[in-house]
């Protein structure tokens, strides 16, 4: 993300940018949802550069379930900055709300 706002801002573009990632769901929930959605070659892709042995990893490290932690500190850095302008991240609970809130409450408790 912070290579694709780098590119945009090198063409000109200003503008704010609120960054969508999805929230706290199992991975075969997700895994499915990229397929009806449109996105099943960024997973491929993911599991192309990650390499499929991380992949799994990740997986079973997980007990199954995605959780934006890491996508969410990775962003940490370039809120504040004016170049990125960052204005918010929008989470996609994909009726998983439970779940993301508990995270997102976890997440402010620090």
Known sequence: MIEWIE?????????PVEV???GVMKYSRLLQ??????????????????????????????RGTYKPDELVDGLGPYADDEEYKISGIHIY??????????????????
């Open 20 to 22: 969508g990632i999805p």
């Open 33 to 62: 949802i990229s397929r009806k959605v449109g996105v099943g070659d960024s997973v491929k892709f993911l599991k192309k550069t990650t390499g499929v042995v991380d992949f799994v990893r990740q997986i079973v490290g997980s």
């Open 7 to 15: 590119k945009i801002r090198g063409r000109g573009v200003d503008l």
């Open 93 to 110: 609970t994909f009726n998983q709300t439970k779940d993301t809130e508990d995270w997102r409450r976890g997440r402010l408790q620090g």
